[in-house]
């Protein structure tokens, strides 16, 4: 099974007008709401692809059990901890095919609660292959929490040990390499805000790899991937850009490398294997995740043909 983590999901609300006017009042035409965060998107499109995924985190409140609610109805296993805060929401305002974001900060979690979570974090992990660590933190929790998660993954399982898939930024990016992630998935803005020093992506993804990172790949957008690992350098790009909604295209890339990384635990094949056909998936699917206009959902007929169109490059 594959775990993902949402230490601050939302509900994410949007709303639909015909033109955005600051001042103004707005008629709302439509209304969409749904269980979100970064690991929370990301188990929705592992269990579109089939696979078997949980997803955990820290919930609370109405809109807790309305994000909860919108897991039952989507078939999206999920096993959070309870909070006493109410959990937050995020509002998207769609007019005239452009987007504006109002993201709340998040509920305080208490030292009780984060020592609740870790309790049952741990449980959790003990039947995970691959834990997924996304998104940002909710105002309480310690900044190295990510670091704390993924050493309590390893003593967890310390036979087989989880792989530790990372995607988040900022501080709370840089106190995580620590905990030695396998994977860490920066977007550039992530990662040039990271390592501001660094001459390019490949130079900055090094430098990640030596304060703690096992392997970086780098999302470039429309550019697709840039993957630095002990076993060698890649790039991969989309036979074509594709146009939509970018949101959550990252979380897709994290799902086909955590499936990649899944099945390279159960069938032991070569790393020299697993990067290539890793990224070329990550590509085909985020590319698809672009396509499909809502986060977290993806497009099959897109990821199908763009798969197969899809090259791999070693640098
Ligand atoms: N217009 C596009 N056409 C094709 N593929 C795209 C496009 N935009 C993004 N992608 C794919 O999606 C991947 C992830 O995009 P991006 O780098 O924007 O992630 P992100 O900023 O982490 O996104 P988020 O955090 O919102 O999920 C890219 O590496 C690329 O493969
Ligand atoms: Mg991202």
Redesign the pocket.
């Given at each position: 099974v594959i775990l993902t983590v949402t230490l601050n999901p939302a509900l994410d609300v949007t709303y639909e007008v015909a033109a955005l006017r600051p001042h103004a009042t707005h008629r709302v035409t439509a209304v969409h709401r749904r269980g979100g965060g970064?690991g929370v998107?990301v188990a929705r499109v592992l269990t579109a692809l089939g696979v078997d995924a949980r997803t955990t985190g820290l919930l609370g409140g109405a809109t807790g059990e309305q994000v909860r609610a919108d897991l039952d109805r989507h078939a999206v296993p999920h096993d959070f901890t309870p909070i006493s805060g109410e959990t937050r929401r995020t509002l998207t305002v769609v007019a005239e095919g452009d987007a504006t974001l109002f993201n709340e900060p998040g509920p305080p979690i208490t030292d009780h609660e984060w020592r609740a979570f870790r309790t049952h974090f741990r449980e959790l992990a003990s039947a995970a292959q691959v834990v997924v660590l996304s998104g940002s933190l909710p105002p309480g929790v310690p900044e190295d929490a990510y670091a704390t998660l993924a050493t309590a993954a390893r003593t967890a399982r310390p036979t087989a040990a989880p792989l530790i898939v990372l995607?988040t930024g900022g501080s709370t990016l840089m106190a995580a390499l620590a905990g030695r992630p396998d994977v860490v998935?920066?977007?550039?803005?992530?990662l040039a805000a990271a390592v501001p020093t660094a001459p390019g992506p490949q130079a900055a993804a090094e430098e990640l790899r030596a304060e703690g990172a096992v392997a970086v790949v780098v999302?470039?957008?429309?550019?697709?991937?840039l993957a630095v690992t002990g076993e060698g350098v890649w790039r991969?790009?989309?036979p074509?850009?594709?146009?939509?909604n970018?949101?959550?295209?990252?979380?897709?890339?994290v799902a086909a490398l955590s499936r990649a990384l899944h099945d390279h635990r159960s069938t032991g094949a070569h790393p020299d294997r697993l990067w290539p056909q890793a990224l070329a998936d990550?590509?085909a699917l985020?590319?698809a995740?672009?396509h499909a206009p809502v986060?977290g959902e993806i497009d099959h007929d897109v990821h199908a043909r763009l798969r197969a169109r899809t090259t791999v490059e070693r640098l």
């Open positions: 970064k998107n995607d998935k920066p977007n550039a803005a992530e999302s470039l957008g429309p550019d697709g991937l991969c790009r989309p074509r850009s594709v146009r939509g970018p949101t959550g295209a990252g979380d897709a890339v990550a590509v985020s590319a995740a672009v986060a």
